[in-house]
């Protein structure tokens, strides 16, 4: 069945940890804008910060960032393995880099793979608000635990964020659109 679902305009909203900051803020559409830094010469040659941008991100998920693949440092490999971590990881849907350069004769599939990939991670992250979000998210030095953190800071309180109107979807999964705007589970 499909069905009227809420479209949620997140108020201003941040979350912060050390290094790294999220935030929200009540745009037209989604829009995601992630900046990364890395060790020199790490993940990207030179500085290792880098920075990737996209309105609309719903609508160029496929040609801007979909194929971004998840990546690490060959150092990081062993501590992965024996955590549990990267079981599913090969080479064709990871990238492993040493000294800046993906192994092996991996070839980026965009010169900024790493970044959007980070952006690729926060749009399944929002995801997870049960709503069609439409806000500006920015981050720097992103990971799925604070974009969590994120969305729970968000939905603790009403005030937080707004229905700004419906959106169609086939999901049977989420809350109806109501007058009340009653969309979201508070878990």
């Keep these: ?6 479209k949620l305009s997140p108020r201003r909203c941040f979350q912060e940890s050390e290094r790294s900051l999220t935030r929200a803020h009540e745009d037209d559409e989604l829009s995601i804008s992630v900046q ?3 060790a020199a010469n790490s993940i990207v040659k030179g500085s290792g910060v880098c920075s990737f941008a996209v309105s609309h991100a719903r609508d160029h998920f496929a040609p801007m960032y979909s194929a971004a693949r998840t990546f690490c440092l ?12 990267a079981r599913g990881g090969s080479r064709r849907n990871a990238l492993i880099f040493e000294n800046g350069t993906a192994e092996h004769g991996q070839i980026c599939r965009y010169t900024d793979e790493a970044v959007r990939h ?11 608000a049960n709503g069609s979000l439409v806000a500006h998210y920015s981050a720097r030095r992103p990971s799925h635990a604070l974009n969590v953190q994120l969305l729970r800071a968000l939905f603790s309180n009403d005030k937080n964020y707004r229905t700004v109107g419906c959106a169609t979807t ?16 508070h878990a």
């Design 1 to 6: 069945h499909g069905g009227q679902w809420g």
């Design 170 to 185: 086939s999901s049977t999964t989420q809350s109806p659109c109501t007058e009340e705007a009653q969309v979201l589970s």
């Design 36 to 38: 990364v830094e890395f």
């Design 74 to 85: 060959r150092e990081q490999l062993s501590m992965m393995w024996v955590n549990g971590l």
């Design 118 to 128: 980070k952006a690729l991670d926060a749009l399944g992250d929002l995801a997870l």
